[in-house]
Nanobody, 127 residues
Framework: VQLQASGGGLVQAGSSLRLSCATSGRSFSSYAAAWFRQAPGKEREFVGTISRNGINTFYAHSVKGRFTISRDNAKNTMYLQMNSLKPEDTAVYYC?????????????????????WGQGTQVTVSS
């Protein structure tokens, strides 16, 4: 599985940004997917995940209500819509996928459940 994140940039606080994650190498509908982020000097942290059927999502408390994950299995693409951005959202954002095919509604939330990673896209939010 190959993943490529894009859509990052420099925005002001309060703005919106949409990230995309293009996938290839395996049927996208066969696996869940997630977004993680890593700020300078910090560990990579979970942002949110979406089940392989796109019905269920789960978010970190820090982004819940502001970020929305969606997917288009026909286009092999996952999205992260980020609204009301804050300076503390500044990080490199990564998309990830597990090697395991979980049940359709399962939401893997742990870092160790993900085996494939995109290269990351930088999001910088200025105050």
């Amino acid at each position: 599985v190959q993943l490529q994140a894009s859509g990052g940039g420099l925005v002001q606080a309060g703005s919106s940004l949409r990230l995309s994650c293009a996938t290839s190498g395996r049927s996208f509908s066969s696996y869940a997917a997630a977004w993680f982020r890593q700020a300078p000097g910090k560990e990579r942290e979970f942002v949110g995940t979406i089940s392989r059927n796109g019905i269920n999502t789960f978010y970190a408390h820090s982004v819940k209500g502001r970020f929305t994950i969606s997917r288009d299995n026909a286009k092999n693409t996952m999205y992260l819509q980020m609204n009301s951005l804050k300076p503390e959202d500044t990080a490199v954002y990564y998309c990830a996928a597990p090697a395991t095919t979980y049940s359709a509604n399962y939401l893997p939330k742990l870092y160790r459940e993900y085996d494939y990673w995109g290269q990351g896209t930088q999001v910088t939010v200025s105050s």
